[in-house]
């Protein structure tokens, strides 16, 4: 398209949920809860992590790495959510956009791998817990938790480049509360095809490369624990990778319905929807499923307590 004649768009409007009937403030006490409840949880992981010596193993370093993750991945959109929610005009910068978005799917990717890296963890301990200290050492948890966060952060430079180099012209509003993909391609009077066909691909490709692998993971969980003869060990560990299997669940679930699908399929107000779900919720469902059904963060939390109490007398 000739944009020679044409005004360069400098800002783009998030339209946020204006087109929702209930009031905004009710969305925004709504979604300002959660965002510092998950804040909270997971900070609060980190910090059991980092001070119970009991629980710097390779299963919580990288729940560790997850809950550092999810801080920052629900911060990249949450804010700008809440002002969508108190503001009736709320502005970002081309460069602003195109930023969050590198981040965004930065943070998604690495999510994407850490999780498929935590049930291969969840695998060598159930499938072949003689060999697991070898297999899964420290220092390879460590190199696997470095290999999640390059790859992540690697996986959307190439679609994050050719964005850069489209042209907006407008209209400059944004029919979403952060900067997805789709609808800064909609925004463009550009061609769009080869970045569009680009992130889908390198999506596609991360997302359900992840997806089998944390499948395959627990299918052989799976079939490992029907062979134990054995009724407590089997609710050990089905209650084991219970956790990690819900948070598994609900996060691909609604990645692969959002991002595994043709470009044409686009519908901007389920995709808000369904984008609170892993932006917003699946940040908080984490912390929430590990402390409240795992009894070792449990007894770490009360031993650090406990010792704080004896600090404080």
Not at 42 to 66: C, E, H, R
Not at 98 to 120: D, K, N, R
Not at 163 to 192: A, E, R, V
Request: hydrophobic letters at 45%; a positive charge; charged letters at 10%.
């Amino acid at each position: 398209m000739d944009v020679k004649n044409q005004t360069t768009v400098r800002e783009f409007i998030f339209l946020g949920f204006s087109s929702v009937p209930h009031p905004q403030l009710t969305l925004f006490l709504m979604f300002l809860t959660v965002y510092l409840l998950s804040l909270t949880g997971n900070a609060l992981i980190i910090y059991i992590v980092l001070m119970d010596s009991t629980l710097q193993t390779p299963m919580y370093i990288f729940l560790g790495n997850l809950a550092f993750l999810e801080i920052w991945y629900t911060t990249v959109t949450v804010p700008k959510l809440l002002t969508t929610c108190l503001s009736q005009v709320v502005t970002i910068s081309v460069s602003g956009c195109i930023t969050q978005y590198y981040f965004f799917f930065s943070m998604g990717a690495t999510e994407c791998i850490l999780l498929a890296v935590m049930a291969y963890d969840r695998y060598l301990a159930i499938c072949s817990p003689l060999r697991y200290s070898v297999l899964m050492s420290v220092d390879i948890c460590l190199r696997f938790s470095a290999g999640s966060w390059i790859g992540g952060f690697i996986a959307p430079v190439l679609p994050t480049v050719l964005i850069t180099h489209l042209n907006f012209c407008g209209p400059q509003k944004i029919n979403h509360f952060f900067c997805d993909s789709d609808p800064i391609y909609k925004l463009s009077c550009s061609d769009t095809f080869l970045a569009e066909a680009l992130g889908y691909t390198c999506s596609s490709v991360v997302i359900l490369s992840s997806f089998l692998l944390t499948i395959s993971s627990y299918g052989q969980i799976v079939v490992t624990i029907v062979r134990m003869s054995s009724q407590a060990a089997w609710k050990k560990t089905f209650s084991t990778c219970a956790s990690h299997l819900t948070v598994v669940t609900i996060y691909y679930g609604t990645i692969i319905f959002a991002y595994v699908r043709p470009p044409a399929t686009y519908n901007f107000n389920m995709w808000k929807v369904v984008s609170v779900f892993y932006c917003v919720v699946t940040p908080l469902v984490n912390p929430l499923i590990y402390t409240l059904r795992n009894k070792d963060v449990k007894e770490a939390f009360s031993n650090v307590l406990a010792r704080r109490r004896l600090l404080l007398a």
